[in-house]
T-cell receptor
Framework: RKEVEQDPGPFNVPEGATVAFNCTYS??????FFWYRQDCRKEPKLLMS???SGNEDGRFTAQLNRASQYISLLIRDSKLSDSATYLC??????????FGQGTTLQVKP | DADVTQTPRNRITKTGKRIMLECSQT?????MYWYRQDPGLGLRLIYY???????NKGEISDGYSVSRQAQAKFSLSLESAIPNQTALYFC???????????FGQGTRLTVV
């Protein structure tokens, strides 16, 4: 079993839609969690950190469920510019950053 | 100028050749990482280093070696390149545990 698993998609949604991605992790000792965005084989960039209490940044909401070992990302009012690959990242207790395989989002006009 | 710089950006090399990918950073971070990315597989960790004297293997270190010449420099070597090492390679840095990682722009390596 992979340490971090995501549905690769692709998710094809119309502009204005709400879309949610989930990510599961296998190691309960994992310490911190992030969502990164990657455009067309460019370098990944931090979208947001994920806190136990949940956090929101504009149209983006991230949630962490430690009991079930999953992380979610909700995007409301999707824009064309949201089209990208979204990477779930877990900081292991040994200091490694482990990436999921990524979920591809395509927002259509 | 980029805070995390990778050289070269693109390289085509022949099977059996030795090649070094370099990463330098101006952010003053202690932690540095090397990843490779293949289509459909996400980023996989090759090696990581928490300071100049600390080197650790990641999940796919076979066929690779690294050198941490200074806090700012972390090089990845392929001693004898093979075609299945064709991939996009990323270097990343971060200041400490549980913080954001910053990536270089990537090196696209093709082994023929």
């Amino acid at each position: 079993r992979k340490e971090v698993e995501q549905d690769p998609g692709p998710f094809n949604v119309p502009e204005g839609a709400t879309v949610a991605f989930n990510c599961t992790y296998s190691n309960s000792a994992s310490q911190s969690f992030f969502w990164y965005r990657q455009d067309c084989r460019k370098e990944p960039k931090l979208l947001m950190s994920v806190y136990s209490s949940g956090n929101e940044d504009g149209r983006f909401t991230a949630q962490l469920n430690r009991a079930s070992q999953y992380i979610s990302l909700l995007i409301r009012d999707s824009k064309l510019s949201d089209s990208a690959t979204y990477l779930c990242v877990v900081n292991s207790h040994t200091g490694k950053l482990i990436f999921g395989q990524g979920t591809t989002l395509q927002v259509k006009p | 100028d980029a805070d995390v710089t990778q050289t070269p950006r693109n390289r085509i090399t022949k099977t059996g050749k030795r090649i070094m990918l370099e990463c330098s950073q101006t952010k003053g971070h202690d932690r540095m990482y090397w990843y490779r990315q293949d289509p459909g597989l996400g980023l996989r960790l090759i090696y990581y280093s928490f300071d100049v004297k600390d080197i650790n293997k990641g999940e796919i270190s076979d066929g690779y070696s690294v050198s941490r010449q200074a806090q700012a420099k972390f090089s990845l070597s392929l001693e004898s390149a093979i075609p299945n090492q064709t991939a996009l390679y990323f270097c990343a840095t971060r200041p400490e545990e549980n913080t954001e990682a910053f990536f270089g722009q990537g090196t696209r390596l093709t082994v023929v």
